[in-house]
């Protein structure tokens, strides 16, 4: 039979000593030099003790009803989220209805750290139910609150297409809404098509899902308008549609969004962001695309109205041509030519007389002057008789002591001329005797 041998120097545990100074703080504690564990629960009941309580609100999962206690579970509206609360006999006991399971709550939470077991729980107190006219009053500051940002100013809301050739579509699974809005819309354009993502509708989740159904959609290029759709229900079921972060995301979608949530008379927040507000899902389906009919219909009028358009324009210029061929410009085209013609020879006729007249008038003066001139030359003055008396060199002799006597002039008659030799001179003048 063998001993048991000794553990060796390297396998020895140290043990604290328990005189030892324990550290200040938990980032000074080491391996050599540990709290005891009441240390840390003590400190950790310290810390939480001084954590301050909070009203939230969530929704009932689950309710565990023991003796003095009830434990009961909340979810949080929104995020996949859950906390469990102890609610002690005294706080059951207020309350007008008893919990249930999907019961939207308010309750004021105090975290609790039992140091001797090491377990962290929340203790409720003034628990109570979130009745509609809360609802109905906190919907209504958050549509105020909206307004006022302009999410809900029609300046931003954007025209749908003509004919979208492909209609986001965001419903629930295998939904009567989805049946109506896809029905209707193929019936109205059969070459519609629907790019669909079916998402929870109601509950915590709904908001998330649709939003990011939204996002997905809004990023394909080829869907040209998205539609959110939903049959009706009670006001509680259509919260997910009021949702605040969904309303945001709505308004920054780059293509158009149509909100056709439950019946005439629900009106979630949804529809005052939305581009277009639809009554219903059937009347969603009718208004994303046109009625097939009717644009035949449109189509066949406008080209009547074309062909009107065209023949009465063929028919105004065809009489503005008869007319015009009537007008004696163009039914005697040459009339325009005799009549310049006629004014032409009138004024050729005119010129003619006016120079002819001239010319006489002329001829006339001419004559009367050219018989002054012959009436006044030299020639005409011989003509009748006299004489003139030239020098030898070609001087007229006008005076009588001018030449001597023997002096040999010449004497120039009308016709001919005379040598003569002076035999006297006389100063007598003419007429004397």
């Not at 939207?104 to 729980?121: E, I």
């Not at 358009?309 to 039914?331: D, F, K, N």
Request: charged content about 25%.
């Amino acid at each position: 039979m063998s001993t048991p041998t000794s553990p060796q120097p390297s396998d020895a545990v140290d043990v604290p000593d328990p005189h030892r100074e324990l550290a200040q703080f938990a980032r000074d504690t080491s391996p050599e030099n540990p709290w005891p564990l009441a240390r840390l629960s003590s400190n950790l009941n310290a810390w939480i003790k001084k954590a301050p309580d909070a009203w939230v609100e969530g929704q009932v999962i689950e309710v565990n009803h023991r003796a003095r206690v009830s434990y009961v579970t909340l979810r949080d509206m929104n995020e996949e989220m859950s906390v469990s609360v102890t609610l002690f006999g005294q706080e059951m006991a207020a309350l007008q209805r008893p919990l249930e399971q999907g019961m939207r709550v308010v309750v004021n939470l105090k975290a609790d750290f039992y140091a001797k077991t090491g377990r962290l729980s929340m203790i409720g107190r003034g628990i109570r139910p979130v009745g509609l006219g809360d609802l109905l009053e906190r919907l209504e500051r958050l549509r105020r609150a909206l307004a006022d940002e302009g999410l809900f100013d029609p300046r931003h809301k954007k025209p749908l297409p003509v004919l979208p050739s492909c209609v986001g579509l965001i419903t629930g699974r295998n939904s009567d809404a989805e049946k109506d809005v896809v029905r209707n819309a193929s019936l109205r354009w059969p070459g519609v098509q629907f790019e669909i993502r079916e998402v929870p509708v109601q509950g915590n989740v709904a908001a998330l899902a649709v939003s990011a159904a939204l996002a997905e959609l809004d990023q394909l290029e080829h869907v040209d308008v998205i539609v959110i759709a939903r049959g009706g229900g009670a006001f509680e079921d259509l919260l997910a549609f009021s949702d605040e972060s969904l309303i945001r995301n709505v308004f920054a979608a780059n293509t158009p969004v149509v909100s056709a949530i439950g019946h005439e008379n629900d009106q979630p927040l949804l529809d005052y962001v939305a581009d277009v507000r639809a009554s219903t899902p059937t009347d969603a389906g009718k208004r994303v695309v046109p009625d097939v009919q009717e644009e035949r219909l449109r189509i066949g009028q406008a080209r009547a109205a074309l062909d009107r358009a065209v023949t009465t324009l063929i028919e105004r210029e065809q009489q503005g041509l008869a007319s015009m061929r009537t007008r004696p410009v163009l039914s005697q085209p040459d009339g325009m030519i005799l009549v310049r013609e006629e004014d032409l020879d009138r004024w050729r006729s005119r010129a003619w007389s006016a120079v002819n007249t001239a010319t006489l008038r002329a001829q006339d003066a001419v004559t009367q002057m050219r018989a002054r001139v012959r009436a006044l030359s030299p020639q005409q003055t011989l003509d009748r008789g006299y004489a003139v008396v030239q020098t030898k060199d070609g001087h007229v002799v006008t005076e009588a002591d001018s030449v001597k006597a023997k002096q040999k002039l010449a004497v120039r008659l009308a016709s001919g001329e005379l040598g003569v030799t002076v035999d006297s001179v006389s100063q007598r003048q003419p007429g004397e005797h």
